[in-house]
T-cell receptor, first 111, second 116 residues
Framework: QKEVEQNSGPLSVPEGAIASLNCTYS??????FFWYRQYSGKSPELIMS????GDKEDGRFTAQLNKASQYVSLLIRDSQPSDSATYLC???????????FGAGTILRVKS | GAGVSQSPSNKVTEKGKDVELRCDPI?????LYWYRQRLGQGLEFLIY????????KSGLPSDRFSAERTGESVSTLTIQRTQQEDSAVYLC??????????????FGEGSRLTVL
């Protein structure tokens, strides 16, 4: 079992729709959770972090965390073609500083 | 500098040659990470530095890979006797000291290595 799992996609949504990206993790004591966006040929950039159960909203982005289910999600409202990218879920354990990344989900927003 | 700086941005080498990749983190960032990303794949952890020490080297794929960091700043990743499967983008990231950050990483633009 991979430590962090994501559906590779591609996930295709029409412009203006809600895109829902999901991630599960195996280490139950993980404490910090991150969503990075990576445009083709570019390096990853942080878009959201979440540390407690529940929802965290930032503009069009909402991160959701359910530690009991070991599940993290990212919702993108009013999706735009510029949101088309690979979204990487990353998890940091309780011990050590290593950030473990999932393989990423490709999102395509069609105008 | 303003961001994480990596060099070279592109490196083409012949199988069997040694290569050195350099990373200059954001000033004041005590933690430094190296990741590898093969084409179309996710980020594979290689090594993590806290200051000049490397408490986690668990991701280095073989003894051909080594890394060092001096002066709590610049780090060098060395790959000896390169193989074709070493072809990838090598990403460096840094993060601020514990207690002043929530653990997010700031990435450089990467060094693209092609082994012929």
């Amino acid at each position: 079992q991979k430590e962090v799992e994501q559906n590779s996609g591609p996930l295709s949504v029409p412009e203006g729709a809600i895109a829902s990206l999901n991630c599960t993790y195996s280490d139950r004591v993980s404490q910090s959770f991150f969503w990075y966006r990576q445009y083709s040929g570019k390096s990853p950039e942080l878009i959201m972090s979440i540390y407690s159960n529940g929802d965290k909203e930032d503009g069009r982005f909402t991160a959701q965390l359910n530690k009991a289910s070991q599940y993290v999600s990212l919702l993108i409202r009013d999706s735009q073609p510029s949101d088309s990218a690979t979204y990487l879920c990353a998890v940091k354990g309780k011990y050590g500083n290593k950030l473990v990344f999932g393989a990423g989900t490709i999102l395509r927003v069609k105008s | 500098g303003a961001g994480v700086s990596q060099s070279p941005s592109n490196k083409v080498t012949e199988k069997g040659k040694d290569v050195e990749l350099r990373c200059d983190p954001i000033s004041g960032h005590t933690a430094l990470y190296w990741y590898r990303q093969r084409l179309g794949q996710g980020l594979e952890f290689l090594i993590y530095f806290q200051g000049n020490s490397a408490p986690d080297k668990s991701g280095l794929p073989s003894d051909r890979f080594s890394a060092e960091r001096t002066g709590e700043s610049v780090s060098t990743l060395t790959i000896q006797r390169t193989q074709q499967e070493d072809s990838a983008v090598y990403l460096c990231a840094s993060s601020p000291p514990k207690g002043s950050s929530t653990g997010e990483l700031f990435f450089g633009e990467g060094s693209r290595l092609t082994v012929l």
